[in-house]
């Protein structure tokens, strides 16, 4: 039962996380979302979930999945972060291939 519930927190965070990232890009869908920095079209949701996500990814990681699976514990956490990078990315691809159209 346990279990359940930090995998469902992890879910959670997921979610979360990218619902920032979705929140930030539809904010400015003509602008690159920049890898290095804070986009300059920032929305305080963006910044409330971001925070939510990553408290609902760090703790059942560090604190319920690690204990039960060692180093392993840790592909979860990169699980949970791949769809907010893999819409990052597709993101920027779009503003690119619209920008090389454009010219």
Do not use: K, Q
Not at 23 to 47: C, G, L
Not at 81 to 101: C, M, Q
Request: hydrophobic share 55%; net charge positive; with cysteine.
């Amino acid at each position: 039962m346990a279990v359940a519930l930090w995998i469902t927190a992890l879910f959670i965070g997921a979610t979360l996380w990218l619902a920032s990232v979705l929140v930030v890009t539809t904010a400015a869908p003509d602008e690159r979302f920049p890898w290095e920095r804070n986009p300059s079209h920032r929305r305080a949701a963006s910044i409330s979930l971001r925070v939510a996500g990553v408290f609902f990814i760090v703790l059942p990681v560090s604190w319920g999945i690690t204990p039960i699976a060692g180093y392993w514990g840790a592909l979860p956490c990169l699980a949970a972060f791949a769809p907010g990078v893999l819409a990052i990315v597709l993101h920027n691809t779009s503003v690119t291939r619209r920008a090389a159209r454009v010219d």
